[in-house]
């Protein structure tokens, strides 16, 4: 038997293992597509069903939702917000802290190590409640009161299990460099800091950019979490719309429009991560 | 075994330091937080199992040969990974939940699905999205030829799956599937959202009966940073029993 490249024999015993990334048995990319206009078929089938189970007289379903989509779409923009809010803080206090567990103290490196297992291993609505109940609603910075709004608390409250995640990104990507370019920095006299910051950091970027996204996709679905503390996002509007309304027959239409919603805004996000590790991948 | 001692110390430390931890020295509130921490992990048990069995079962379907299941897989997956999956709780229980309900002839509506039974079905659904795409690339990495071998020993298509294709592929997944599970032990706790009385509704009605919210946050926290923190151990445990020897992805 001719040798190839795994030892004795021809045959891989077991292939690369790829999550995520595209192989043979998965449909064509255009199809995802096909299945956000699926979605949008279910929501305009519900809303037939609802139009034909609606008593004659009452405004039509479509029109109903129609009504209701401005303020949807403001509920929906503070969603928005808080997302983008909730991953900068949470981008910037997690660089640091993934910094931190590599320091060469090592108090300070079990320390961050302690911090990010923490808030990695807490349930997100555990810690949202945590931030809503005991953070204060105003705070005194310098003689002035600066009060602290619901919707701001909430998003602290998701920026940290956001930092833990990205401090365990920070420090994978930072132990993924390849040693050899540590020790040519060192050759070419480049301080420790140096270092991180011109030659370990900027290859780190490219790394972490899929699964970066991937978190703020993950943040962005886990943002309606936001509605069970009391801020006044979309699924709180949603319900408060049902509420108001109080027919029974649109309760399938309301909620698949609000999936509808966040599938668009998502999808796109997530094709894009794929696309990216797709061109990154290390042949 | 006799523990007043015990729960005396708290009331003791109650009137010391004013912690109020009713949970240890009130007999109602110990119980029924309990019972809560019961629910929680019941829950968590029978999402844990469900959704693996949805994630073997799907990512069995996804190498069908006829083209409508694959898609409809390939639906279901993109559906539940890019919806909040507490919106996905409330379609289920809301909406999906009038339909299964019948009047009595007193007028109440009684919901043939219980809400502990939605949260089950709809965090599975959530969590087997995810696992059914973990599975797909354990299988992939399995080569073709050892396929072909089974197929030439003349196993059909599901028991070259059952007995081939998925004990090796199931130790390649391990460590991206631990990591699913962890996700989804946490993601109980919106089933919260649909008044299941686990742990963190039960302490939610606990803070506001006894005006102690500092102290059953803390609690709670350290529970659930706990309870995580069992799986996560017994879980790589488990990877390290199962591994491949020499293989490393």
Redesign the interface.
Known sequence: MRAGPYGTTDLPVLLPFRPGARGAAEPAPGLGAAWGVALALVFALSAGIAEAQSDAGRPSTVATILKWTPLLAQGFALNILISFLAMAIGTAAGTVLGLCQISLLPPVRTGSWFMTQFFRNSPWLVLLFYCMLLLPFEVNVGGHIVPLPDWFKATVGLALPVMANVSELVRGAIRSIPFGQWEAADALAFSRRQILWMIILPQCVKRMTPPWMNLYAILTVATPLCSIVGVNEAMTLTGDALAAEARNELLVPMYAYLLLWFFLYCYPISRATVALEKRFAVK | MDLTPLWEWFRWLYGATGVKLTIFYDAFDRQRFFDGFLTSVRLQAACLVSSVVVGVVGAWL??SRLKPV??AV??YI??F????????L??FY???G??LSYMTDEGLRVALVSNFAWAVICLSLYAGAFNV??F????????K?TIEAAEALGYSRLRAYVYILLP?AFR??LP?LNNNL?NLV?????S??IAVPEM?YVANQIWSDEVN??EM?NV??VI??SL??VV?WIMHKWERALR?PG?V?
């Open positions: 996804q190498g694959r898609l390939q639906g993109q559906f990974r890019n919806t909040p999956p507490l919106v996905q409330y379609f809301f909406a999906l009038y339909y795409e973990i797909r690339a354990g299988i992939e990495a399995v080569p030829e090796l390649i997944s991206a962890v946490k993601t109980t706790t919106i919260y959202a963190l919210v500092p946050m709670l926290l659930y940073v995580v923190g996560v491949v293989y992805s």
